[in-house]
């Protein structure tokens, strides 16, 4: 079954702007991490946000900031006033207890300028 | 700031010839990983290795696969058999201990098999 879904094939967002990638988990485990990776077209992985479920506030890391609904299931990413570099694939990733981190489909993300 | 080493950047390779592909993980991390991406597609796990055993595996990583820890540095990924399909690109990750810090990828290595 599907851990992580990202229901966004492809986004787009004016340059400036901000935006929400959305991602919604399935876990019975009560300790899990959720994690957020950026891969632009060269290929590397680029590791950008952590969510604890224990958690109390939503992380944030310069202009990314993860919007934590724990009740909902979902770790949605919000990159604040867009930049061409962003454009990019951006997967979200979960931790649980006892397996090893899994990835989402991902989202493409188009920003124009 | 350390990072996760790929050796070659890009393999080809004969259907059914073997391949290894290294990585030298970041030298204080504990735990070890190898994911697969096929071309446009999701980050898919294949294995964790901790403790010189594998800790988890997924159910790609099949009897046509092996890691291993030779020495005190690298971790490589064996493909014996080379399949069509195992056209991907590899990546190995590392991290540290503790649950909380996330996985660090090398660059990963694209693996062509003719």
């Known amino acids: 079954a599907q851990k992580i879904t990202q229901t966004q094939p492809g986004m787009f967002v004016q340059e400036k702007e901000a935006v929400t990638l959305d991602c919604t988990y399935d876990?019975?485990?009560?300790?899990?991490?959720l994690f957020w990776y950026k891969q632009p077209s060269s290929g590397e992985m680029i590791f950008l946000i952590y969510?604890?479920?224990?958690?109390?506030q939503n992380a944030t890391e310069g202009r990314y900031s993860l919007n934590f609904q724990k009740a909902r299931k979902s770790a949605n990413l919000v990159i604040s006033a867009s930049q061409l570099g962003d454009s990019a694939m951006y997967f979200c990733a979960m931790r649980e207890e006892n397996n090893d981190m899994r990835f989402g489909a991902g989202t493409r993300l188009t920003v124009k300028p | 700031e350390p990072e996760v080493t790929q050796t070659p950047s890009h393999q080809v390779t004969q259907m059914g010839q073997e391949v290894i592909l290294r990585c030298v993980p970041i030298s204080n991390h504990l735990y070890f990983y190898w994911y697969r991406q096929i071309l446009g597609q999701k980050v898919e796990f294949l294995v964790s290795f901790y403790n010189n055993e594998i800790s988890e595996k997924s159910e790609i990583f099949d009897d046509q696969f092996s890691v291993e820890r030779p020495d005190g540095s690298n971790f490589t990924l064996k493909i014996r058999s080379t399949k069509l399909e195992d056209s991907a690109m590899y990546f190995c990750?590392?991290?540290?201990?503790?649950?909380?810090?996330?996985?660090?990828f090398g660059d990963g290595t694209r693996l062509s098999i003719l």
């Open positions: 969510q604890g479920s224990y958690d109390q």
């Open positions: 990750a590392s991290r540290e201990d503790s649950r909380h810090q996330p996985q660090h």
């Open positions: 876990t019975s485990d009560p300790s899990y991490g």
